[in-house]
C-alpha cells in the first residue's frame, strides 16, 4: 500500500455524486495489506468494504441452489464450474452456498453427476429444510 | 513453480483471487475461465484487462473484484499493458530493485505472472496491432482471448469472431438475410505464425486441458496466446444453466477443437520446429446442427430457405478438423 495514497471508506464514497472523485483514492481490496493472497482461505481475508465480496448479489435470483450433504460425492463439479465463487468447498469437501453471492444460474444444477442430483432449484421464498424434504426419489435409469 | 493439480478434489484446494459478486451475468463463461487461468499458479499475478464485458463488471466503482493486481486499460492495449509491466518487471529484476515482498517470492521460485484478458472485440479487431507488436518484440507474458463471438458489452454488434449464420444486431437475420455474411477468421494460426513459443485454444468446460496448458504457458518463455471459448448466455441465447453443456456440444462437434502449437525457438528467435497437437479428440464427434440448435441466435438457419447455411457450417468444420488431423500427423 502506497504512502500517498488515501484510504477511503465506503460511507465517505457513497455521499458523493456519480461525477466527483476524491483525488490520491485508491480501492483496496484489503484493510491490511495481505502477504499471499494465495495462502489465506476467504473467510480469513481482511476484505475491505471497497471489495465486491463485502457487497451480495443474491436478489438477482429467482431460484435458488439448495444442497443436499447425504448425496454429495465431493466430486467438485458444481465448484469449478459456478462463475461466481458462491460454492464453498474446504479440505476437498462441498460445504454449501454462498447465497449472497449466487446469482442463482443453475450450472451447479446441470453438472452434477449424483442420481438423484444433490443440488437443485427451488423457489427463493421456500425454507431449505422444507426443500430438502420434497427431495425427489432416485430416479430408475431408461432401458433404451 | 508449478502447481501440482492432479484432480479436481486437489484443484478445489486453491483459494480464489476473483471475487464474487461482480457484476458479470448469471451463467457467464467469462468468470469460469478466469477462475480457472488464476487458480493454475499459487504465483502472484499481474492481470491486465482491456475494456469489455470482464472490465465494466468487475471493477464498478467503488467496488472490485480482484484480489491480484489489476489494471485496467483501453479497448485497444490490453497486450501492450501487459508487455510493459513484462518488461518493467525484467529491467527492475536486473537492476535489483523489486519490492522486497516480491523479491521474497521470486527467490521461493515464485516469479509473477503477467496475464492480460481481453474478449474478442479487444483481440480481433482493436486490440489486434498492438497485441501483433506485443507479440513481434517477444515479451514474456500470457494473453487470454476471452471469445464469445460478439461485441457483448455494448449490444451484441458482430466481431471479426462471429461466425457464419449468426445473427447479431448489426448482422440481423431477417426475411433478406440469414445473419452474419462472414467466416471466422482463426486467430489461434495467426498468433502462431508471429512465431510465439506457445499458441493454444481452451474451453471451460474442459477444465484439465484449460489448466493445463495454461501452466505450460507460464512455464515457457516469451509471448503465450489462449483463445478462450466463452458461451455468452445474453448474445449467444441459450439459458445461463445451458453454460457449460453448449460449450461441451461446442467442442464435441469439433467447431471448436481443443489443440495447442508450439514453436520451439533457438537463442535468435529463429523457429527450427512447429508442432501442432490435438490435446482433445471426441470419442463420437457429434453433427454440428445440435450445437447451432443449442443457441438461439443460429435458430433462423433451420428454416427450409437457410438450411444450406447449416451444410456449409458441417463443410467447414469437417474441412478444418481434417486440417488439424493432417498437421498434428506431420509434426508441423
Known amino acids: 500500500m502506497a504512502k500517498d495514497m488515501k484510504h477511503i471508506d465506503i460511507e465517505e464514497i457513497q455521499k458523493l455524486g456519480w461525477d466527483e472523485l476524491i483525488p490520491g483514492a485508491a480501492l483496496f481490496s484489503f484493510r491490511e495489506p495481505v502477504e499471499d ?62 447465497y449472497e453471492h449466487c446469482k442463482g444460474c443453475g450450472i451447479c444444477v446441470e453438472v452434477c453427476p449424483t442420481n438423484p442430483k444433490s443440488l437443485l432449484m427451488f423457489p427463493e421464498h421456500m425454507d431449505n429444510d422444507e426443500a430438502l424434504k420434497r427431495w425427489p426419489q432416485k430416479e430408475e435409469k431408461k432401458k433404451d | 513453480m508449478v502447481k501440482k493439480i492432479k484432480n479436481l478434489k486437489e484443484f478445489s484446494l486453491s483459494n480464489d483471487r476473483f471475487e464474487g459478486a461482480n457484476l458479470m451475468c448469471p451463467g457467464c463463461s467469462h468468470n469460469i475461465i478466469v477462475r480457472e487461468v488464476l487458480n493454475a499458479t499459487n504465483d502472484p499475478v499481474i492481470v491486465a484487462t482491456a475494456t469489455g464485458c470482464l472490465e465494466v463488471c468487475t471493477a464498478v466503482y467503488p467496488k472490485t473484484s480482484w484480489d491480484v493486481s489489476w489494471i485496467h486499460i483501453g479497448f485497444e492495449n490490453a497486450a501492450v499493458a501487459a508487455a510493459t509491466v513484462s518488461a518493467a518487471y525484467e529491467v527492475m529484476k536486473r537492476k535489483g530493485k523489486l519490492p522486497p515482498a516480491t ?145 461441451d456440444l461446442g467442442v464435441e462437434s469439433c467447431v471448436w477443437p481443443l489443440y495447442e502449437i508450439i514453436n520451439e525457438r533457438d537463442e535468435h528467435g529463429i523457429i527450427y520446429s512447429t508442432k501442432l497437437n490435438i490435446t482433445y479428440r471426441p470419442k463420437k464427434k457429434i453433427p454440428v446442427e445440435e450445437y447451432l440448435a443449442a443457441q438461439p441466435r443460429f435458430r433462423h438457419l433451420f428454416k427450409p430457405e437457410n438450411r444450406h447455411i447449416i451444410d456449409l457450417w458441417q463443410k467447414a468444420v469437417d474441412a478444418r478438423w481434417e486440417y488439424l488431423q493432417r498437421r498434428e500427423e506431420a509434426g508441423v
Open chain 2, 103 to 247: 523479491q521474497k517470492m521470486v527467490d521461493e521460485g515464485r516469479e509473477p505472472k503477467i496475464v492480460a484478458f481481453a474478449g474478442d472485440g479487444g483481440t480481433y479487431d482493436i486490440g489486434f496491432q498492438s497485441l501483433s507488436g506485443a507479440f513481434e518484440r517477444g515479451h514474456n507474458f500470457m494473453y487470454v482471448c476471452l471469445d464469445n463471438e460478439v461485441y457483448a458489452n455494448t449490444g451484441g454488434q458482430r466481431s471479426s469472431s462471429t461466425p457464419i449464420g449468426a445473427s447479431t444486431t448489426t448482422s440481423p437475420a431477417g426475411s433478406v438475410s440469414y445473419g452474419e455474411k462472414m467466416q471466422k477468421k482463426s486467430m489461434v494460426e495467426i498468433m502462431a505464425d508471429h512465431g510465439a513459443p506457445y499458441v493454444a485454444q481452451v474451453s471451460p468446460s474442459k477444465w484439465k486441458d484449460l489448466v493445463k496448458k495454461v501452466q505450460k504457458g507460464f512455464e515457457v518463455y516469451g509471448p503465450v496466446y489462449i483463445n478462450a471459448q466463452s458461451a455468452c448466455t445474453t448474445e449467444w441465447k441459450h439459458a445461463p444453466e445451458d453454460t457449460i453443456e453448449v460449450s
Open chain 1, 37 to 98: 493472497v494465495v495462502e489465506v482461505p476467504m473467510e480469513e481475508r481482511p476484505y475491505a468494504p471497497t471489495n465486491s465480496h463485502e457487497w451480495q448479489v443474491g436478489d438477482w435470483r429467482v431460484e435458488k441452489p439448495v444442497y443436499n450433504r447425504d448425496l454429495c460425492i465431493d466430486c467438485q463439479f458444481c465448484w469449478v464450474f459456478c462463475p461466481d465463487m458462491s460454492i464453498l468447498s474446504r479440505d476437498k469437501k462441498m460445504i454449501g452456498v454462498i
